[in-house]
């Protein structure tokens, strides 16, 4: 019998086994950031007055699941604002009345023609007639933001196809960050972007809503803009190549490799400046401001906040990979200020706009850090919006602190044109930075598990961007920032370039905490609890007892002892309640006349809980939580109780300010007669 | 015009026991609300540590609870009532033409000082009837009594002119800026437009009350009995003589101007923590009142003297 010598066989294999990727895991190419399955090669022209784009995208996709893909799903996010039918305006008029739309404002982008281009293993094939519209959401027939195309063979696991989208867009006059004004051009979700194809063998590719923002795999982009010369263009990525056209007009070729989307932007009154930003420790970034020319002197503002951006994120979380950042600055009332987009971000300023307001310095801050939220770790902004929205909006209160100290209260006269600054109105970190207002304005509201799609609209913002925000400053508190920071780091550092969900990133903080934090999470995401601890009453009564007491087979009555030599004894107790469904251990600080201060820890799960002292001194105050370090109980005034309050003196100092208003008042009123 | 000012200016000052009665009528017609807004306030700070914050600043934090929780009068709370906030925050409801908009009971405690105030004028007017400045309590509510029935018509035919001007006209000019700048790209013309239309709400509005207070003044000084005859006379006087009757207004407005600029650098913000200091910060505010009632009354007396100057030139020309 001859022998059989395994070991050539088993090497064989194992050799097969190390260059076959495994099943499920994301490849990434070699030097890539990220799987780059999702690249494109567009060809745009601005006509700027027809307010309309012609453009020819290659789309390269790579099915990087094990499951066969016989369709792909593209988002067409213009359609949203195509009539009023559209899911999104539908879902948007919950939030209000819109402002009248006139006809030219509307918005569609319709594709022409859908073909396969042959390359191996693929054939050439016409899919236009095949495409067809999808409302996955919510069964919409008239929304077309989502479109599919049934491919002729489907692409395998690992397989590549090529597919060439012609279309042609009316660009909406904002609606929501993208679209015109006059002749200021903000151009983003502009072309028919693939949609994330999961291993389930299932396309996550939602409607357009409302409250919702975007989801896509990361890509190489190479995109080239033609736009009438004379226009000013900024786009994600580096430019590449500028060619003069003969017929007047310019086109940019703009490069960008690991980003899921790609925006630009085009004026005729844009200033340029530019400057770097240089960090030991973090590799520098070239940075390109395009301005409007009345905020020509807030350039170094804008550069500012970037830096502080980059600076702290990169320190917090992890560097800034991409060597160079947009800043755009956009016109007046064009709606596209405040957004992201890979290595490009609007931020927005007012002509008035006097330091210590927080503007334009926390939105730069907090577009500029979505870099790291949304475009480094691209969670998916359909389902998961707090992931980003949550993560940025704490860490702009930070960075805000950290650089630039507390904001002041501002306020804006005669329809928002002037600005007055209250400098004794100080807003900290806490409760500005972290929207507790807002949160607490619509606490009856979906549990954070929920989709955000699948939010009321009117009070999605306060889920994805305040509630996360504050039980993010809350785990802060408790865990410590060191803590969280490494939390936060490493959840960067493993997800970054990927698609984290949220039991990624709880899975991360129970690792890196090293407590079970899951009890936290239940409370917080899993559920809409309301959170609200309050001290009832603190008493001190002298603790002789009174009454009849028993002695020597009968009764004697008792009465305090009297006398200036008879030494004070104090019973003191506070009662303390959980007004709130929401359940979280808090420190309980209870403090003397005699400055004697006790500590207790309460667990806060009964409904009420009573603490008593004997001592020589009467209780001066109790308060739960004095740290407040649960950020989301929505009255912290109860929090507190004095035994002996005098609130006569504030009241009454508040009051005669508001009576010199009100005098005020009365003397305008006067003026009528 | 200038010399009707220097008038104005010398009869005012001339008047300080008036202007003392007429502060104390807005000072005790604001006391009841202060109060109530004192009590809501306390109930409101309760027995927590937050007092210590507002004794000594302000707390924004315990704020967001309160706003979140207040209704009726505790509305009208706010940080910006601080300093210059209390004057723009009204100065923009007038030009806006939101004064009756927001909680009932202020709007209403304003057009029940409106009336008031309809009544004082007479008051007012005939202390200023001539050079020689008399008041007399007596004889200054007396006067108020005597011609509070026509001013309150003329009150009627003028507020149906406001009513015009800011549900209507004001709104209109500004979706006309909004319309024009459609697709402006720059704040500044913007801003240059709205402006605009703001100095033109602000000139329609001074035309009206320029217009009923010579017909005030005139049905004072002639002892008319016809409110419309005094509008009609009010209306043609103004017309007549355009420029100077409201080159003179505006002599008016500079002094108001110049009040509140000066009370814009001084007045107090929120960090008083001593009872002197929030007294001290409570009087300047009164001292801003005051000089506002003041110049109330420099346009009285100012357009008084022009007035009588005026008709005795024209006695003279016939």
């Keep these: 019998m001859r022998r059989f010598h395994i070991a050539p066989f088993v090497l064989l294999l194992s050799v097969i086994g190390l260059l ?53 799903w593209f988002h067409l996010y213009y359609n949203a604002w195509k009539n009023t039918q559209s899911t999104w305006l539908k879902e948007d008029s919950l939030r209000g009345a819109r402002a009248k739309v006139r006809p030219e404002d509307w918005s569609y982008i319709d594709v022409s023609s859908v073909r396969v281009l042959p390359e191996a293993p693929f054939d050439a094939a016409d899919l236009t007639s095949a495409k067809r519209f999808a409302s996955p959401d919510d069964g919409n027939p008239e929304d077309q933001t989502v479109l599919i195309v049934p491919l002729p063979r489907p692409v395998g696991p690992k397989e590549t196809i090529k597919v060439e989208v012609v279309f042609h867009s009316k660009i909406p006059r ?80 703009y490069f960008q490799e690991d980003v899921h989307d790609f925006a630009w932007t085009a004026s005729e009154r844009y200033l340029e400046r530019t400057a770097r930003f240089e960090e ?68 927005g300023s007012r002509w008035l706009n006097p330091e210590g307001g927080g503007s334009p310095e926390g939105v730069t801050v907090h577009e500029a850090g979505h870099q790291f939220w949304y475009g480094i770790v691209g969670n998916n902004e359909f389902e998961d919006a707090w992931l980003d929205e949550g993560f940025n909006t704490f860490s702009t209160a930070r960075t805000m602190e950290a650089a630039f100290g507390e904001n002041v209260y501002v306020r804006r006269y005669f329809r928002t044109f002037l600005p007055v600054l209250f400098r004794d109105i100080k807003l ?92 936290f999470f239940d409370q917080v995401y899993r559920s809409s609890a309301i959170f609200d601890y309050a001290v009832q009453s603190v008493d001190s009564q002298p603790a002789a007892p009174r009454g009849y007491i028993d002695k020597d087979g009968g009764h004697i009555y008792s009465a305090p002892p009297a006398g200036d030599d008879a030494p004070p004894l104090y019973h003191s107790r506070i009662v303390l309640r959980r007004l709130g469904d929401g359940i979280w251990p808090v420190d309980v600080e209870v403090a003397f006349e005699n400055g004697e201060k006790l500590r207790e820890r309460w667990d806060g799960r009964e409904r009420y809980q009573v603490y008593e002292y ?16 649960l950020l989301l109980d929505v009255d912290y005034t109860n929090n507190s109780r004095l035994l002996e309050p005098r609130p006569e003196f504030a009241a009454r100092k508040w009051a005669s300010k508001w009576m010199v208003w009100f005098q005020d008042l009365l003397a305008t009123f006067a003026s009528f007669s | 015009m200038v010399n009707a000012f220097r008038e104005g200016l010398r009869r005012a000052m001339g008047a300080p026991r008036m202007l003392g009665v007429l502060v104390l009528v807005n000072v005790l017609f604001a006391l009841p609300a202060a109060y ?47 300093g210059i906030g209390a004057v723009l925050n009204n100065a923009e409801a007038l030009l806006d033409g939101s004064l009756l908009d927001g909680y009932a009971g202020v709007a209403a405690a304003g057009l029940a000082f409106l009336i008031l105030w309809t009544f004082l004028n007479g008051g007012v007017l005939d202390c200023f009837r001539d050079e020689r400045i008399f008041f007399s309590t007596s004889q200054f509510f007396g006067a108020g009594a005597r011609y509070f029935g026509r001013f309150v018509r003329l009150l009627l035919m003028s507020g149906v002119l406001y009513f015009l001007l800011f549900r209507y006209a004001a709104p ?147």
Excluded at chain 1, 438 to 444: D, F, H, L, S, T
């Design chain 2, 172 to 318: 209109w000019m500004f979706r006309r800026v909004d319309a024009m700048t459609h697709n402006t790209t720059e704040e500044r013309t913007v801003l240059a437009l709205t402006a605009a239309a703001y100095l033109l709400v602000l000139f329609l509005f001074s035309l009206i009350a320029m217009v009923f207070d010579y017909a005030k003044i005139s049905l004072v000084q002639r002892e008319r009995r016809s409110a419309v005859a005094a509008a009609i006379e009010g209306a043609r006087f103004v017309f007549h003589q355009p420029f100077r009757a409201f080159g003179l207004y505006c002599l008016g407005g500079v002094l108001f101007a110049l009040a509140v600029v000066f009370y814009w650098i001084v007045a107090p913000g929120a960090n008083q923590s001593r009872w002197y200091s929030v007294a001290g910060a409570f009087l300047l505010g009164q001292a801003f009142i005051i000089a506002r009632l003041w110049v109330r009354l420099v346009f009285l007396a100012s357009q008084t003297a022009f007035y009588t100057n005026a008709s005795r030139s024209s006695i003279s020309a016939a």
């Design chain 1, 280 to 347: 030991p420790g973090l590799p520098p970034v070239e940075m390109r401001l395009l301005l409007q020319p009345e905020h020509s002197s807030q350039a170094e503002r804008h550069f500012a906040a970037t830096r502080a951006a980059l600076k702290h994120y990169g320190t917090w979380y992890g560097a800034y990979p991409y060597g160079h950042i947009t800043i755009v600055d956009p016109a007046y009332d064009s709606g596209a200020g405040g957004m992201e987009y890979p290595t490009l971000f609007t931020a």
């Design chain 1, 428 to 519: 900290d970190r806490m409760i500005a930075g972290n929207r507790l207002d807002g949160y607490r304005n619509a606490i009856a509201q979906d549990a954070q598990s929920r989709p955000t799609y699948l939010y009321y609209p009117p009070v999605a913002s306060t889920i994805t961007y305040s509630k996360t925000a504050l039980w993010l400053s809350t785990l802060e508190r408790e865990l410590g920032w060191e803590t969280l920071q490494k939390i936060l780091s490493t959840y960067f550092d493993r997800w970054k370039f990927k698609h984290p969900k949220p039991a990624d990133f709880f899975a991360v903080a129970n690792e890196v905490s090293g407590r079970d934090l899951t009890p």
């Design chain 1, 614 to 629: 004997d001592g020589p001194s009467k209780i001066r105050y109790a308060i739960v939580d004095r740290e407040r370090k």
């Design chain 1, 20 to 72: 076959v990727p495994q099943a499920g895991h994301t490849q990434t190419p070699a030097g890539a950031l990220s799987a780059r399955n999702a690249n494109y090669d567009i060809q745009v022209a601005l006509d700027p007055r027809q307010k309309t784009l012609d453009g020819r995208e290659v789309l390269t996709w790579r099915n990087e699941t094990d499951a066969p893909a016989t369709e792909l």
């Design chain 1, 174 to 253: 904002t609606f929501a960050r993208t679209g015109y004004r006059g002749n200021y051009f903000f151009i983003a979700q502009w072309f028919p972007k693939v949609g994330v194809y999961q291993p389930d063998g299932k396309w996550n590719c939602h409607q357009f809503h409302a409250a919702t923002e975007f989801f896509s795999d990361y890509g190489v982009y190479d995109v080239r803009m033609t736009v009438p010369r004379g226009y000013v263009l900024g786009a994600t990525g580096v430019l590449k190549q500028k060619t003069e056209n003969p017929e007047g007009t310019t086109t940019y070729e």
């Design chain 2, 36 to 82: 109530t807004m004192s009590s809501i306030l306390q109930s409101a700070i309760g027995p927590s540590l937050a007092e210590r914050n507002l004794r000594q600043g302000f707390d924004a934090g315990w704020y967001g609870g309160f706003e979140f929780k207040a209704q009726g009068l505790a509305t009208t709370f706010a940080p910006s009532l601080v």
